[in-house]
T-cell receptor
Framework: EPEVTQTPSHQVTQMGQEVILRCVPI?????FYWYRQILGQKVEFLVS????????KSEIFDDQFSVERPDGSNFTLKIRSTKLEDSAMYFC?????????FGPGTRLTVL | GIQVEQSPPDLILQEGANSTLRCNFS?????LQWFHQNPWGQLINLFY???GTKQNGRLSATTVATERYSLLYISSSQTTDSGVYFC???????????FGQGTELSVKP
């Protein structure tokens, strides 16, 4: 069983709509990450979160994206106004002793 | 930044055959991981191997950090081994994983 769950497993949205992707860790971890994978391509880093603060973000993670841990458990990725090119699989990951483990992912389809 | 290159990009095997997948990286790394992405898209951890050799059943991996490469060996391949194999590295503790492009493996019965 993965130590993180992600919801929803699949989200379909219209271009310009806001989406919130959720990651729920089962155990306490210090490091969290969001990655995305456009269909047929490699996995790309979006943002890392350490001790409840953003520690690093990529060029992809522009003002359209935000990340929060609103209640100390859920870990969310928000895309404010989705574009067609945001269609991808979004993975949440956590770090444990230098190794990273991935959640099952949310497939986002923007129409 | 660090470049990660995997070879071959595609591989087709008959069931029972052995294979070697390679991962080259352009700079010193703190962590190296191998993943298997199954047909449902899930990323399954295979090995955490910044250096040395590890074995897990029919799979084994070797990383030669001084020469900046890692190898993943699959022996007696099965159809369930099909999928994409990714190598990924970090250069600092807690840092982002930088992925290679992957090797797509197809094992035929």
């Amino acid at each position: 069983e993965p130590e993180v769950t992600q919801t929803p497993s699949h989200q379909v949205t219209q271009m310009g709509q806001e989406v919130i992707l959720r990651c729920v860790p089962i155990s306490n971890h210090l490091y969290f990450y969001w990655y995305r994978q456009i269909l047929g391509q490699k996995v790309e880093f979006l943002v890392s979160f350490y001790n409840n603060e953003i520690s690093e973000k990529s060029e992809i993670f522009d003002d359209q994206f935000s990340v929060e841990r609103p209640d100390g458990s859920n870990f969310t990725l928000k895309i404010r106004s989705t574009k067609l090119e945001d269609s991808a699989m979004y993975f949440c990951a956590y770090g444990a002793y230098n190794e990273q483990f991935f959640g099952p992912g949310t497939r986002l389809t923007v129409l | 930044g660090i470049q990660v290159e995997q070879s071959p990009p595609d591989l087709i095997l008959q069931e029972g055959a052995n294979s070697t997948l390679r991962c080259n990286f352009s700079d010193s790394v703190n962590n190296l991981q191998w993943f298997h992405q199954n047909p449902w898209g899930q990323l399954i951890n295979l090995f955490y191997i910044p250096s040395g050799t590890k074995q897990n059943g029919r799979l084994s991996a070797t990383t030669v950090a001084t020469e900046r490469y890692s190898l993943l060996y699959i022996s007696s391949s099965q159809t369930t081994d099909s999928g994409v194999y990714f190598c990924a590295v970090t250069y600092n503790q807690g840092g982002k994983l930088i992925f290679g492009q992957g090797t797509e493996l197809s094992v035929k019965p």
